[in-house]
Structures are given as C-alpha cells and as structure tokens.
T-cell receptor, first 117, second 116 residues
Framework: EPEVTQTPSHQVTQMGQEVILRCVPI?????FYWYRQILGQKVEFLVSFYNNEISEKSEIFDDQFSVERPDGSNFTLKIRSTKLEDSAMYFC???????????????FGPGTRLTVL | AQSVTQLGSHVSVSEGALVLLRCNYSSSVPPYLFWYVQYPNQGLQLLLK??????LVKGINGFEAEFKKSETSFHLTKPSAHMSDAAEYFC??????????????FGSGTRLSIRP
C-alpha cells in the first residue's frame, strides 16, 4: 500500500540554524500539506501546496517558513532560523487531485520530531 | 469557518467496557468528518471518515461513529475496549469535495486509557 514517507524521523538543531524537513508524498497525489504538533497539543495546519504554489497558509506559517517541491517526488519544509518554540512534530500529508481541487482524504506521514536547543 | 470540540481530554474505561469519545463540530458548509488515532511516538492513522454518505460509519479496529446533523456531533464508539486501544484520538473536520478550503482542522484530542 502506498504511503507518505518523511525524513529524518528526528532532527536536533541549535537555535538560529536552518532546517529542512523532507517528505515523499504518495506518487499520484498532487496536493501536499504540512502540519505540526507541539508536544501535548493538537495538530495544527501550516500550509497546503498545489501546482507549485501555496494554496493556503496559517498564521503560524510566517516568513521563517517556506515550502518547495524541488523535484518530482520530494516536498520540503524549510525553517530559516529556528526558534525554541519551533520544537514540535511535523507531519506531511498528501491528497489526490479531483477536478482541480483537493480530494479531501489526506494521508499522513509518520512525522519528523524537531528539537531546537 | 470550521471547528471541532472534543469533550473530555482524558477518558478512562475498563477493558471490555464501552468506549465513547465525544466530538462536536461547527461548519458553515456540510462537512467531512474524521477520527484519527495516534499511538505513543507515532503518526496519525485514519480510523474512519464521514463523507456525506451513510451517517453511521464503520472504521478499523471495531470503531464506529455516527454523524448527527441535528446535534452537530460525530461521537466515536466501540462496544468493547481492548488494552491495545489506549492512544490519543483526534476528531477532525474538513471542507467537502470540490471546495478549495482543503485543510483539516483537528480537535484538541482525547487520551483514552484502558484499565485492566
């Protein structure tokens, strides 16, 4: 069964450093998402991406964050200068296109735990 | 705008007892509704989804949920709890098919504990 994969599973970084979280969505999916979950809290939407541009972003997704689909398989989340409060589990998800808008069953990856020291 | 409220951050039941996790939603359009389960240190697994077909939805591991429009509820149930059901459960809402607002809004989660 196809699945979303994410690397690394755990990333430790120093405050102020740049990090790139990587995701490989399901191959025939065209909508991509990032969510985050701060320890003990709920899962929060960060950004959705379609046709090489951001479809929607939340208030959390400020100028320190960016997303990219650098090739035909990867989808990345970059945090330019990490802060302590960026420590969280980051989930990538993907969904199929249906008629040009997202078919809403999203498949989640296992997550990357980011720890900022 | 859409939102989800999960009643009870922690629910504890005995093994073999009924599991009932409560979820109420708010949506300006007919919603899609989901229950996800998260085991410790793992990702999100879809338990079941409501997508405007049958109001009683059956999912994996013996769970089911009933969509009640009049009550704006989507409570999750399981007739007999098993020790392996101990996990965090998230109710979630999303815009329906063919809407441009495709993000999923999650509730704050309910931690289910099972007593032997």
């Amino acid at each position: 069964e196809p699945e979303v994969t994410q690397t690394p599973s755990h990333q430790v970084t120093q405050m102020g450093q740049e990090v790139i979280l990587r995701c490989v969505p399901i191959s025939n999916h065209l909508y991509f998402y990032w969510y985050r979950q701060i320890l003990g809290q709920k899962v929060e939407f960060l950004v959705s991406f379609y046709n090489n541009e951001i479809s929607e972003k939340s208030e959390i997704f400020d100028d320190q964050f960016s997303v990219e689909r650098p090739d035909g398989s990867n989808f990345t989340l970059k945090i330019r200068s990490t802060k302590l409060e960026d420590s969280a589990m980051y989930f990538c998800a993907s969904s199929r296109e249906a008629g040009g808008v997202s078919y809403n069953e999203q498949f989640f990856g296992p997550g990357t735990r980011l720890t900022v020291l | 705008a859409q939102s989800v409220t999960q009643l009870g951050s922690h629910v504890s039941v005995s093994e073999g007892a009924l599991v009932l996790l409560r979820c109420n939603y708010s949506s300006s359009v007919p919603p899609y509704l989901f229950w996800y389960v998260q085991y410790p240190n793992q990702g999100l697994q879809l338990l079941l989804k409501y997508t405007s077909a049958a109001t009683l939805v059956k999912g994996i591991n013996g769970f089911e949920a009933e969509f009640k429009k009049s009550e704006t509820s989507f409570h999750l149930t399981k007739p007999s709890a098993h020790m392996s059901d101990a996990a965090e459960y998230f109710c979630a809402v999303s815009a329906p098919l063919y809407s441009s607002a495709s993000k999923i809004i999650f509730g704050s989660g309910t931690r289910l504990s099972i007593r032997p």
